[in-house]
């Protein structure tokens, strides 16, 4: 028997073990087939030495691993070309929340009069210190208990 026959016998013996294992490891049926049509592609190449292993079915499946998860990983990172750009992005606002709360405790801590000042000079966006300063013409006196 040639080496290329011994192949298609071993091949043929597998075929649905090989694709039932590849299904297993999460790939639909059709795409467990292509993968499987890979393996054979790449063993075929080194068919004469993977022949003469004990366990042709340990590098097999070693193969059949190996491609599937590098299928996996240019699956998951592939770009897919469009006609229609997607949504423009937005700003990330997930952390919003937590800096204000932040920006508001500290504004606690300070006194009514730098309080005063910080929320002019960066909130209402007064420039010169005279103009801060014409603004802060009577500060309320803080409540005593």
Aim: proline content about 5%; aromatic content about 6%.
């Amino acid at each position: 028997m040639s080496t290329h026959d011994d192949f298609e016998a071993y091949v043929r013996a597998r075929w649905t073990h090989l694709v039932r294992s590849a299904v297993l490891m999460g790939s639909p049926v059709a795409d467990a087939e292509a993968l499987v049509q890979n393996v054979r592609a790449k063993v075929y190449a080194n068919w004469r030495k993977v022949s003469r292993t004990d366990n042709p079915d340990a590098y097999v499946h070693r193969i059949l691993m190996n491609t599937h998860v590098t299928a996996r990983r240019r699956k998951w990172h592939g770009e897919r070309p469009t006609e229609v750009l997607p949504e423009r992005a937005r700003t990330d606002v997930t952390d919003e929340g937590d800096t204000s709360d932040v920006v508001a405790r500290c504004l606690q801590r300070l006194t009514p009069e730098h309080r005063a000042v910080v929320v002019l000079r960066h909130f209402a966006h007064l420039g010169e210190a005279e103009e801060i300063a014409r603004s802060i013409t009577v500060l309320p006196e803080p409540i005593d208990d």
